[in-house]
């Protein structure tokens, strides 16, 4: 009797056909699920939530629910169904193991949110009293009020990316800005908690900044609340670990397959695609880059700072003792992207 081979499958080989056939059908349907899934999640997951968070919050605030309590209730939805998304079907399994950043991710979420909840406020006051004196020296407010919501978010978000494109841009290019939003491209992997790794004075610049204009034009509460639903919707399925795939759609948004550019290790390649939301304004200015030969690289990070901190605090310190800091970073470690 051949070794690993047992009576029935000698006596009867048309039995242990069978058994093959039987064990690769088994192993096409465990296969097939995943598979699935990832085309669901490629095709339908950004664009389904983002119609139904706008959809949602648009509903709810027609019926006289505070915006900020909507705004607040729906990000908080959408980034608790991404993290069970990427347990589901993660684009790559090395983002998916912990590369001892999630405490200090974490920390930077519970940071920006406290100072965005205290310093907002004051930033859009000023904001407010511009609004007021345009309405005093124009009779009307400049912003298209009498528009139905739903409509008034197309030009927000081309105000608001307008803003929000040139910081970006000007973090990348500006010695000085750049060690302020390094930290956000220290990180080693894409997914959903990147939204959130930035360093307090960054978000200070590009959060509130972007609404500015918006106010100052005499858009409504509303009207901020949708942009920053939007923004934190498209901004956690930027950087999430799903193979998000918008083919066109690339055009309008400035998504995942865009932004992996954006955080590529490589200078060339990360100093493209500028846009929080839109890719607009990449595509005015220049600055729209996907490559059709190749994938973005799985490896992110800075190249020249290969010894960015991973801790908190000295992510949050880096900025204030920058040259030192350089030094401490790596033998070809620049001051600037």
């Given at each position: ?48 939530t983002i119609l139904a968070s ?114 970006h841009r000007a973090m990348h ?26 360093h307090p004075a960054d978000i ?134």
């Amino acid at each position: 009797m051949g070794l690993g081979m047992n009576r029935n499958e000698q006596t009867n080989p048309m039995g242990r056909e069978l058994d093959v056939r039987i064990f690769a059908a088994r192993s096409r349907y465990t296969l097939s699920v995943p598979r699935k899934l990832d085309a669901l999640v490629a095709r339908t997951a950004f664009p389904g939530t983002i119609l139904a968070s706008m959809g949602g919050a648009i509903a709810l605030m027609n019926r006289g629910d505070p915006p900020e309590a909507v705004t607040a209730w729906v990000i908080l939805a959408v980034y608790l169904l991404i993290a069970l998304l990427e347990g589901l079907s993660p684009l790559h399994r090395e983002w998916s193991r912990s590369h001892g950043d999630v405490r200090t991710d974490i920390s930077l979420a519970v940071t920006n949110g406290i100072v965005n909840i205290g310093a907002q406020p004051l930033i859009l006051a000023g904001a407010v009293g511009v609004a007021a004196w345009t309405s005093a020296n124009y009779g009307a407010t400049l912003w298209p009020n009498a528009w139905p919501l739903a409509l008034q978010i197309i030009p927000a978000l081309i105000v608001a990316e307008l803003v929000e494109y040139t910081c970006h841009r000007a973090m990348h290019e500006v010695p000085w800005l750049w060690r302020f939003h390094a930290p956000h491209h220290s990180a080693t992997r894409l997914y959903w908690l990147n939204a959130l790794r930035f360093h307090p004075a960054d978000i200070l610049l590009v959060g509130p900044g972007k609404l500015l204009p918006l106010l100052a034009l005499g858009a409504d509460g509303r009207v901020l609340g949708l942009v920053l639903i939007f923004s934190a919707v498209h901004g956690v399925f930027q950087h999430a670990n799903l193979p998000c795939r918008l083919g066109p759609l690339n055009w309008i948004f400035s998504m995942a397959e865009l932004h992996r550019w954006h955080h590529s290790p490589i200078t060339h390649e990360a100093n493209h695609n500028y846009g929080g939301n839109l890719i607009f304004w990449d595509i005015v200015f220049g600055t729209r880059w996907l490559p059709k030969d190749r994938q973005p690289p799985v490896r992110t990070g800075i190249e020249d700072l290969p010894n960015f901190p991973r801790g908190y605090r000295p992510l949050m310190a880096a900025p204030f003792r920058w040259k030192s800091f350089v030094r401490e970073a790596g033998p070809s470690a620049t001051t600037s992207p």
